[in-house]
């Protein structure tokens, strides 16, 4: 690239990255994905818009896995241990033994519908198991989910790119598929834990201890353990992307200097991988090829949404006794985004015989899929029972140093039929540490009294201590749904 073009193309990247930032608040707005918005402006700038040409597999390739470390980095710094311990091992399962399912029953249902052999086949179904972090970070904690049901979705998305991007390699790469294989998934999951939990331990004790000379070196130092636990990974013949995102979960759960400013940078650089891939992804896209892959797409979704997942979620929970409702949930919330499409990328890249029909139709599921899926989680949710607005949700205060006070600030709205409707103040026993410290009624707002009484639509701020956050939530819980003797009642809020 020469010095002249050098303003045409920072002027143009910056004008993206402006229109793609006003397209979140569009996509609020009429409440459609903002990742399609991304698409369709990728596809703008491409062959059948600007007429941008970009084709290059391993380039796409490269930066696509470059912004999923990005994804799951920010996806790990802000999940709560507190909140996925109690479904760590049911996302655990979620994200190996449903995924040996998924392409197990995707594999064989598009052999015999589409008529692949069974190596393709196996890397339709390998390609299509991955769930996106990036969109279920992004929608989950917007929806007022149960928090055991957003963990397990959460560690599912963390952690299942590791053993599919493992298994799609392997396939595309033609290498012998024996009783060693097994073994191998196993090594490079053990062993990417264990590093990403040994970099992210250092890398915490290490910030904790060191006095850096500006605030804005903190967030930098984090994000450039994460990206270490991906190369320590790699290096190691292991699973770099689940070295990133345990590193990063342990970062997220450390005592860090200026964590909040931490955090609101590792959202920044999230939402810039995102944007970056998916427009990334558009421009790569040929429409000239795309509408060939509209039938194999619809296919291959409808095998996926009706059969593989529902499967492999009842097969995979058994032991853990879900009810029917979570199952359905469960089923219904495997969204995908731009990851399938990285990863078909892989064989694309290899030089695979039928990649490109399989690019092309991952690119047609995933935005069918993701008008079908993304557009109603949360009426699927509240229509099986399992959202409320009443599930306090963390709101990040920048006037407010909660990180240097270890304090979270907590949001609460009572909506018609809870139980928190009438108590008073005093009867809410909140755990030593936490409090209401604001009401807003009817858009007015004011500071309650022990005698102040709740009402449905009340808006409450609770500020709590790290140490009681967690006792806090379950409170607050049990109360909308038993009332304030929810203890006597056997509710523990959970």
Same mark, same amino acid.
């Given at each position: 690239?020469? !010095? ?9 990247? @910056? ?17 459609? &994905? ?51 311990? &109690? ?73 299942? +790119?590791? =053993? !599919?991007?493992?298994?799609? !390699? ?11 294989? =097994? ?14 939990? @040994?970099?992210? %331990? ?29 190369? #320590? ?14 590193? @990063? ?48 797409? $619809? ?11 529902? $499967? ?19 089923? %219904? ?13 892989? &064989? ?11 690019? +092309? ?21 509240? $229509? ?31 909506? &018609? ?10 009867? $809410?026993?909140?755990?030593? #540490?936490?409090? !209401? ?42 109360? +909308? ?14």
């Amino acid at each position: 690239m020469a !010095v002249a073009e050098l303003p045409v193309v920072l002027g143009l990247g @910056a004008a993206v990255l402006l229109v793609a930032v006003l397209a979140v608040r569009l996509s609020t707005r009429v409440g459609l &994905p903002s990742l399609l918005l991304y698409l369709g402006l990728g596809v703008l700038l491409g062959e059948a818009g600007f007429g941008i040409r970009f084709s290059d597999a391993s380039l796409t390739q490269s930066l696509g896995l470059a912004a999923l470390v990005m994804i799951l980095t920010e996806g790990g710094l802000t999940t709560r241990w507190s909140a996925v311990k &109690p479904a760590l091992w049911q996302g655990i399962v979620l994200s190996t033994v449903a995924v040996g399912l998924s392409v197990a029953i995707t594999g064989a249902a598009l052999h015999w519908l589409l008529g692949l052999d069974w190596r393709m086949a196996l890397l339709w179904g390998a390609v299509l198991a991955s769930t996106d972090s990036a969109a279920v970070f992004s929608v989950l904690r917007t929806v007022g989910i149960r928090q055991r049901l957003v963990g397990a979705l959460e560690l599912e998305s963390g952690i299942n +790119d590791a =053993p !599919v991007y493992i298994v799609v !390699v392997v396939l595309a790469e033609g290498t012998r598929v024996d009783w060693t294989l =097994p073994l191998l998934v196993v090594y490079e999951l053990l062993a990417g834990l264990l590093i990403g939990a @040994a970099l992210g %331990w250092a890398g915490a004790w290490t910030l904790r201890r060191a006095a850096l000379p500006a605030t804005g070196l903190y967030p930098l130092a984090t994000l450039a353990v994460c990206v270490v636990a991906y190369a #320590g990974g790699q290096f190691a013949h292991a699973s770099g992307l689940l070295a990133t995102y345990v590193a @990063a979960l342990v970062l997220g759960n450390a005592r860090l200097p200026h964590r909040s400013d931490t955090l609101s940078f590792a959202e920044g650089m999230g939402w810039l991988a995102q944007i970056g891939l998916f427009v990334l992804l558009g421009l790569f896209a040929s429409p000239g090829r795309l509408l060939d892959a509209v039938v194999p797409g $619809l296919v291959a979704g409808a095998v996926v949404l009706v059969l593989a997942r529902p $499967l492999s979620v009842l097969l995979s929970q058994l032991p853990f006794r879900v009810p029917w409702r979570e199952q359905v949930f469960l089923s %219904w919330a495997g969204l995908r985004g731009a990851v399938p499409i990285v990863l078909a990328m892989i &064989p694309l890249a290899t030089g695979l015989p039928g990649a490109e029909r399989l690019v +092309d139709a991952v690119f047609v599921l995933v935005i069918v899929l993701t008008l079908v899926q993304g557009t109603t989680l949360a009426p699927v949710a509240k $229509l099986l029972g399992l959202a409320a607005d009443t599930e306090p949700k963390e709101i990040q205060v920048d006037a407010a140093p909660l990180d240097e006070l270890d304090a979270a600030l907590l949001q609460v709205r009572i909506q &018609p039929g809870s139980r928190l409707h009438g108590v008073y103040l005093n009867e $809410l026993r909140l755990p030593v #540490g936490a409090s !209401v410290s604001l009401v807003v009624r009817d858009g007015t707002s004011f500071t309650p009294q022990r005698t102040s009484r709740l009402q449905e639509g009340d808006q409450l701020l609770v500020v709590a201590t790290e140490s009681a956050r967690q006792l806090a939530e379950r409170r607050l819980r049990a109360v +909308d749904r038993a009332g304030p003797l929810a203890r006597w009642r056997g509710e523990s809020g959970r």
